[in-house]
């Protein structure tokens, strides 16, 4: 219930959001705390996020549809925009951006199947460069009557985010201001004459422990400033710090620059608290103060577990929603993917193998009578997985574990619809544990020693009882 409460405002949203893209007339201004068009009216950026950061430096889905069907999708699902995700080396490395095609990409990563699915479903950019590609996904937006807000998201392709990373905050090791400067101007340049590029966000999430605001102030403004000297048409669009949760910082300090009218602030909200007020009074202090002054507030990243069980997250949904919509934002809802090429970094555990100490063997994928199931196997021999301890979720070649309600039965894997969360039950972590969704029952991973399968049994061994051999249930990730 509460998801669909949830969903049924997240469509309000849409409902007091839409204009038709044919009274848009580019490019686009601020007036006040609005963003207008050429003639003065109202558009209200209405986004999805289209990730293109990660590690094959492609727009993601590619391999599973036609660009003109997913451009097409996102204006039938009502969004008259796209947060387009971009990694700085795009536009600093040559080598990435012109002399790697896509297909070399995929290869270079391994996704062959992925590389299989842009073969069917978009050949023509298989063979691109890289940045070629990325323009292509532009144009067809472009085409479809889609505007594009170009994110640049992070330095190297890759996941994002977290306090330690390489590439943080202004000064770390892979954020010099400077090459960032430079890429800012060079991707404005390149976009110049396209009308559908309506603006340009300078940098995702900031974070770290150097995040304070003086580096802000002495470098946010500059790649305002070269963006919108490559490009004036353009929106320029700054970024708080704490993870882009916090402009609060502006309160008591500004800043000059000369492009006033094309000045636009974003903010994401992603706590996860289930007190609403605490949610509203923590948004508007660290940005929702700025619509009062007279500038536009762009939220850029929000968004919920859609695979329901979560409370917080539904309850969190609702309140923002409702805030957004009381107070008229733009907005841009995370994300448009259903799953990523490949998906590793902060937080995040790549390739694994899931080791079963007893018999010296991995845990692979085996797949009979039109049934994928989980058995043993020689380890040199056994599929990689992956497992992230935070999400819970096991998974093996895009499938995931679909724990049984019955003991005894085989582990079956399936397509993300019946995702069981997985905990490492005991104080050795090995216990891979789960709860049944017929009666809340714990079982536990398990090997049926006729053949070597993966199944579900009652969890045993978890009490400091020492004549209990747990040797058959323990799982150790690699």
Known sequence: MARSISLCLFFFLFMISWIPNLTTSYPLSTKSRWIVDEKGQRVKLACVNWPAHLKPAVAEGLSKQPLDYISKKIVSMGFNCVRLTWPLDLMTNDTLAHNVTVKQSFESLNLFDDVIGIQTHNPKILNLPIFNAFQEVVSNLGQNGVMVILDNHLT???????????????EYPNFDPVVWTKGLSKMATLFRNVTNVVGMSLRNEPRGTRDFPDLWFRYMPKGGEAVHAANPEVLVILSGIDFETNLSFLRDRFFNVSFTNKLVFEQHCTTL????????EKVTHNGGFLLGRGFPLFLTEFGANLRSGDISGNRYMNCLVAWA????????VWALTGDYYLRTGPGLQSKKLLFHPSTGLCVTTNFSHNVHTLQLEQCR????????PTEGILWSNKMCVEAPDAVGQKVKLGFGTKCSKLGQTSATHMHLSFKTTSNGSLLCLDVDERDNSIIANP???????????????WFKVL
């Not at 608290?273 to 509203?280: L, S």
């Not at 919509?325 to 841009?332: P, R």
């Open 459 to 473: 969890c045993k061994c978890l009490t400091m009882d020492a004549s209990c051999d747990p040797a058959n249930q």
């Open 325 to 332: 919509a009381e107070n008229d934002l733009d907005w841009a």
């Open 156 to 170: 190297t392709p890759g996941w994002c985010c977290s306090d330690n990373d390489l590439d943080a905050f202004f």
């Open 273 to 280: 608290t289930i007190f609403c007020a605490k949610i509203i």
């Open 381 to 388: 021999k056994a599929e990689p997985l992956t497992f992230n």
